[in-house]
């Protein structure tokens, strides 16, 4: 594919184009998704600081169990995101008790939230795989909403749910249903806990 230069100046489109272009030379599709799914953490992280007005304190409620699941996926021989259903179960277990204990201390609405989630995925994933990413980039979603009023990052982590959701199907490591259920259970559970708050 050729470039697509539109006069003297670089337009927003001609960016990604030019970004896609080098991404696709260098690496794979398959690779590129691995890097997205990768990147979830992240885009969870700037999430939470942003529903939080970047409360930098709240990162405890959020490293600790992140550094305890990659922990526990490497004492099972798997990859970070854990495809086994059953090997979730420890670290969604430690980080509801993780979580438990910094809502009894530390009063706080953005772990309490998190506490929920976690609580709802963990009851899931006992029975069924649903997919995390999609569940946890739609609630951080919806949660951008309800905290921020902003449309435009709604939007965006919007976009990450259907790109990620995508990813997912494409590497598979989720059914079209599993990622499906993730993105409305996100929504859906929030929307919820919210209105009872």
Known sequence: ?????????????????AIYDVLVKILSIREIFQILSLMYL????????????????????????????????????????????KNRLVPLIFTLIYLSILAIFWKNIFIIIFLVNVLVILIITKFWKISMHNYGLSAMAYLIYA???????????????????????????????????????????????????
């Open 42 to 85: 992240l885009f969870l992280y700037i999430g939470f600081l942003l529903i939080s007005k970047f409360d930098i304190s709240l990162s405890l409620a959020f490293f600790f169990p992140c550094v305890f699941w990659i922990c526990w996926a490497k004492i099972k021989n798997e990859t970070w995101d854990i495809p086994n259903r």
């Open 1 to 17: 594919m050729e470039s697509i230069y539109l006069g003297n100046c670089w337009t927003p489109f001609n960016w990604i184009y």
């Open 147 to 197: 905290f921020t009023n902003s449309i435009w990052l709604s939007t965006i982590y919007l976009i990450l749910v259907i790109i990620t959701g995508y990813a997912r199907i494409y590497l598979k490591k989720h059914t079209v249903s599993q990622v499906i259920a993730g993105t409305i259970l996100g929504i859906s559970v929030n929307y919820i806990l919210l209105n009872l708050i």
